[in-house]
């Protein structure tokens, strides 16, 4: 055998697909009865697998250029011509994200099949109990001794377990002595204090279309849920990927507005201030965001007022207490600390034969596809250079 792969979801049915079509022998040991459970769920069961746009902006990570030698090499566009050539075709549902039309389950059974074909060997219900080398690398599991010179761990990151998830990635890398960064729930709903307890109270259910989240000096555009317990919607679930705990999020209801210019050209108007804000944004956020001024005319109100009104719609602070955990985090962020490998091969530098792919690295994309285009450009690397053994 030439390279043993530990888990077959994404970035490791990938591997074993392109490394069996250079014509290695590879086996993938899979500890779920089914390969590839989080993919088949992915975008709703609808698999959002690529973004056109995707570059190392599009990621966050500790290392942030990281990323760039492998999403160069294996472009969005390989993605589609891959599965493209496993007879599946693709519709972009928003600017630049590519959905699967047959669906991720046939996705996920088109990349099984062409494993298959090209030679690659799955082993499911494989519980791994002990992972030793270099020199070779072998895995004890349930399924008995399997050996290998080259071992690539694409076990995932620990979220959504109930879809097969672990942290064996880091695990392995602290046994091999690589580094591993703080493993976080990330793309993940936030939740808010009791301070906030009434806006979630009043507000939960509600959905607005566009807002933009600041926080720790970066800021994301998209829509937002109020929940019972919080804030859901994609800008949010962009902004969990750098929130940490003890910061605030500023929320900008009307992004790219000037609500004061917009008041002052109304000046004159005698219609309450929820009735005038509830143009802008919906009336149950109106009426929360004008607060005490919520009645008052608008040609009553004071300049003060004015300011006041448009700083609580154009910088709403919120203190999120925490999120709501790897059970509900689309993926991990943290992980495997990049700097320990070549981003060329994602082959350990200290530990050879030794590679990590997929969502284990330090390596987390933002909403829209940039995760599952992550998952294959990473294991195409690492595919491309995995030797074949003497
Ligand atoms: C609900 C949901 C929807 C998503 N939708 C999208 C989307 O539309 N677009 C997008 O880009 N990203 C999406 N993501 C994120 C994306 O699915 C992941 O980033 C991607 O699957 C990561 O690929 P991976 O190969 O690293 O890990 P995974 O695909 O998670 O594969 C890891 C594999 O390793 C196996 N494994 C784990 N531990 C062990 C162990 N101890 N022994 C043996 N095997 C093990 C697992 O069972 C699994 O098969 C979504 C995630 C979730 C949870």
């Known amino acids: 055998m030439d390279a043993l792969v530990l888990g077959a979801g994404a970035s490791g049915l990938c591997f074993a697909l392109l490394a069996a079509r250079r014509g290695l022998n590879v086996t993938v040991l899979e500890h779920g009865g089914d390969a590839a459970r989080k993919l088949r769920a992915s975008g709703g069961g609808r698999c959002n697998l690529t973004n056109l746009a995707a570059g190392p902006t599009d990621y966050f990570s500790d290392n942030p250029r990281f990323c760039a030698s492998a999403l160069a090499r294996f472009t969005p566009r390989d993605a589609l011509d891959l599965f493209g050539s496993l007879g599946l075709t693709f519709e972009e549902k ?37 992972v030793r080398g270099p020199g070779p690398f072998q895995a004890e599991t349930s399924r008995g ?30 046994q091999f002595g690589l580094p591993v960064i703080d493993p976080r729930p990330a793309l993940v709903p936030l939740v808010l204090g009791k301070a906030e307890a009434a806006l979630c109270r009043d507000l939960a259910g509600l959905s607005v279309p566009r807002v933009r989240a600041a926080c720790n ?15 859901s919607g994609p ?3 962009e902004a969990s990927c750098v929130w940490r705990p003890g910061h605030d999020l500023v929320l900008d209801f009307l ?5 004061a210019a917009l008041l002052a050209e109304q000046r004159a108007s ?48 919120v203190t999120p207490t925490g999120h709501e955990g790897l059970a509900k985090a689309e993926v991990t962020a943290g992980g495997v600390d990049t700097r320990a490998l070549s981003s060329k091969t994602l082959e350990s530098r200290d530990v050879p034969g030794l590679y990590f792919v997929g969502e284990c690295l330090d390596v987390t994309g933002r909403l829209g596809g940039f995760n599952l285009q992550w998952a294959w450009a990473s294991a195409a690397a690492a595919a491309a250079a995995v030797p074949a053994a003497d």
């Open 255 to 259: 992004p790219g507005q000037d609500l």
């Open 94 to 130: 928003a600017p630049g994200q590519m959905f699967c039309v047959q669906g991720a389950k046939r996705l996920s059974q088109a990349l099984e099949a062409a494993c298959a074909s090209a030679g690659a060997r799955i082993v499911l219900d494989c519980a791994i109990s002990a």
């Open 145 to 174: 001794l399997f050996s290998a010179p080259c071992l690539v761990v694409a076990t995932g990151g620990p979220s959504w377990p109930n879809l097969g998830a672990t942290s064996l990635a880091f695990a392995l890398a602290r």
């Open 270 to 317: 005698r219609a309450q201030v929820k009735t005038v804000l509830a143009r802008l944004v919906p009336g149950r956020l109106a009426q929360a965001l004008a607060g005490d001024l919520a009645q008052k005319p608008l040609d009553q109100l004071a300049n003060k007022d004015l300011a006041r009104l448009a700083a609580r719609v154009h910088s709403f602070r």
């Open 217 to 231: 000096r970066s800021g994301f555009e998209g829509g937002l849920v109020f929940t019972h317990r919080g804030l």
């Open 235 to 237: 800008a949010i679930l």
